[in-house]
């Protein structure tokens, strides 16, 4: 029996339901991080920040560690982290994950940096929010492996994996095709010849979404939707064969679902990575944030759709074939991949280069069957050195 104060038991339930989760956030100071703390900000009574970590923006970091007083934080060069710490303890990633506090990650930062936390949490049974793709393009088959060995959660942040997670909630049956939706980049109307000659900054400037540096290179070669194809493949065991990618300029649709009787569902919202972010954090439920947008049909006449022209995007074929292959192709074509953007936007090499050089490195590689972290660990500084010495040459 209750206490005669003790709240009424709907109220308990609903407290054990809803305490606030405790979360980690890799990558708080970028575009992703900042949405994060944006969902969170707006529903404070859901959301506890224990852990805040970021690379080189300290400005931002110490910014954050006042408005939501974190007990740990962490950045690229631990004694300035230290110097803007305050209260907090500087606590390494792979550590901060593993705390007893800790109820969810999201893992926000971009390129190899979370692979380590995203296996240690996962280690521990902890729910992952997944939002930094090249984790799960260089070790799919690891991460997701050992997601199911503990029965940990990993739950898709990005947008078409997080379209394709929610339609197919309720349905019992395999689905017998994935459709990715994909806006053609900045790029997408001009003369193949003339990309030749694209600076960086053009290259940045993404017709729909705004995002960090890397995703954005990534999206205007649509190395990106490489990706996401590679990524959808493992987060939802879905062959290959059966994973379709399309232009959709408007980026309103983010990707579709057909099931064996020819239905097919469509997830739709505004291009905006607060709806998937909140989604992955409080699965399964859904509430309402004044922080997302909300859709208007009215605002989007027309929603178009074209084929994807494969000679414009040398770099989707690679991305695709390196996912079929397997093995430590991934690795490659991750690693291989973020240190060419790394070199376009340093104005090293040229945006087409982009594609050969990735392709160039992907020919060298001698792929290895056992893909451990160390075997992972090991080609991605192979594939680096590679890139160096392709370029050099
Ligand atoms: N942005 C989007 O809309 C979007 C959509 C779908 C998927 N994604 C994926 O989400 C991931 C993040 O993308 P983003 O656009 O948010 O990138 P971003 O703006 O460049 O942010 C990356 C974050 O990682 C941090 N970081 C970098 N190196 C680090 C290190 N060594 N240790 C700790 N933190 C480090 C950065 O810190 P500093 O800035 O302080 O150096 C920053 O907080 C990527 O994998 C991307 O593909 C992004």
Request: glycine share 6%; net charge negative; hydrophobic share 45%.
């Amino acid at each position: 029996m209750l206490p005669e104060n003790h709240p009424p038991a709907t109220d308990i339930e609903h407290f054990a339901t809803h305490r606030p989760k405790g979360i980690v956030l890799l990558g708080s100071t970028g575009s992703i991080g900042t949405q994060t703390l944006d969902v969170i900000r707006a529903l404070p009574n859901r959301f506890r920040v224990v852990g805040l970590a970021a690379g080189t923006r300290l400005d931002l970091l110490r910014e954050q560690i006042a408005e939501f007083k974190p007990r740990m934080i962490w950045a690229s060069d631990p004694s300035a982290a230290a110097a803007i710490a305050g209260e907090a303890t500087v606590v390494p990633m792979d550590q901060m994950v593993q705390e007893p506090d800790v109820d969810h990650i999201m893992v926000a930062t971009t390129g190899r940096v979370g692979l380590g936390p995203t296996l240690q949490a996962l280690r521990l049974g902890k729910e992952v929010a997944i939002c930094n793709k090249e984790v799960v393009i260089m070790a799919g088959d690891l991460v997701t492996a050992t997601a199911r060995k503990y029965s940990a959660p990993l739950l898709p942040v990005d947008s078409e994996p997080s379209a394709i997670w929610q339609c197919i909630q309720g349905e019992a049956q395999p689905v017998s095709k994935l459709i990715i939706t994909a806006s053609g980049g900045p790029f997408r109307e001009r003369l193949i010849e003339d990309t030749a000659v694209v600076s960086p900054a053009q290259a940045l400037k993404h017709p729909t979404w705004v995002m960090g540096q890397k995703i954005t290179i990534d999206s205007s070669t649509l190395m990106n939707k490489g990706f996401e194809v590679i990524e959808s493949h493992w987060l939802f065991g879905v062959p290959y064969d059966q994973i379709d990618v399309v232009i959709h300029p408007q980026s309103v649709i983010h990707s579709m679902v057909e099931f064996a009787d020819g239905s097919v569902k469509a997830q739709m919202g505004p291009p905006d990575m607060r709806l998937p972010i909140q989604y992955a954090m409080l699965y399964p439920e859904r509430v309402a944030n004044p922080v997302i947008p909300r859709f208007d049909p009215i605002a989007y006449p027309e929603l178009t759709f074209r084929p994807l022209d494969l000679q414009r995007y040398p770099c989707f074929a690679t991305a695709v074939e390196a996912g079929r292959k397997g093995q430590t192709y991934p690795a490659v074509l991750s690693a291989a991949d973020e240190e060419a953007v790394h070199l376009f936007l340093g104005g090293r090499i040229g945006f087409n280069d982009i594609a050969s050089v990735v392709a160039k490195v992907l020919d060298r590689h001698e792929p290895i069957a056992e893909v451990t972290l160390e075997v992972i660990l090991e080609v991605d500084d192979w594939a680096r050195k590679q890139v160096q010495s392709v370029v050099g040459a």
